[in-house]
């Protein structure tokens, strides 16, 4: 057990759980982060199947909807006390996380998809409930604009401005986000940390830590 607080932190799941128990720091971690789409196109019978998943390593999650998972979803989640989008969570004294699930329109017309000026709304009013920590952690499941973890195959951005704008402005001390699998990455943006681990499917998953001073986080890799 680290004698620090930590976080395992993953995206993109899909359904697929096996990846669940061969993350050897999810069952003593302090909590589990969810960023979005833990189904694939599917409601609260899926998504309930991979939280049980997950429960059975770790109980201690918070979870939000991506563009991916129905509309439905984000009220069970909100029901079992693990929902968080577009709300502040206090993780330890001094460090918060605030979400924003959904994604920026897509191609595909995936289920739960929003303007870019609709984030950008849900960013700044959650926010204003997350100011006060000194630390702040932002769960957005798509990534800044332009950066190395909204890149696609053929080479083309497609992350949000609203996200990239956020962080620019506010400087959380880290950004958790998905979405686009492919776009494994870790980077600086402005000064923060944006962490991309990509689909749980590959084995992907962050750990966050912190020490009452300082936030980290590490990109790491289950073999599939």
Request: net charge negative.
């Amino acid at each position: 057990m680290s004698e620090h607080p930590y976080w395992i932190a993953f995206g993109d799941i899909h359904g697929h759980t096996a990846a669940f128990r061969r993350i050897p720091e999810l069952a003593g971690a302090t909590g589990v982060l969810i960023t979005g789409d833990l189904t694939n196109v599917g409601g609260v019978a899926e998504a309930k199947e991979v939280v049980e998943a997950v429960k059975a390593v770790n109980p201690r999650i918070l979870a939000q909807i991506g563009n991916m998972d129905l509309a439905p979803v984000e009220a069970w989640l909100d029901a079992q006390g693990m929902g968080m989008h577009r709300k502040a969570i206090e993780l330890a004294p001094g460090l918060g996380i605030m979400g924003v699930g959904w994604s920026n329109p897509t191609p595909f017309g995936t289920p739960s998809e929003a303007p870019d000026a609709t984030l950008g709304q849900w960013l700044a009013e959650t926010y204003e409930k997350a100011k006060a920590f000194a630390h702040l952690i932002l769960a957005s499941h798509t990534p800044p604009f332009g950066g190395k973890g909204d890149v696609v195959g053929n080479g083309a951005h497609v992350g949000s401005k609203a996200v990239r704008e956020f962080i620019l402005r506010v400087k959380p001390a880290l950004c958790l986000t998905g979405h686009i699998h492919e776009a494994q990455s870790l980077e600086t943006i402005g000064e923060t940390l944006v962490v991309n681990p990509g689909d749980l499917a590959s084995g992907g998953y962050v750990r966050v830590g912190y020490d009452g001073h300082a936030v980290t986080a590490e990109l790491l890799r289950v073999r599939p």
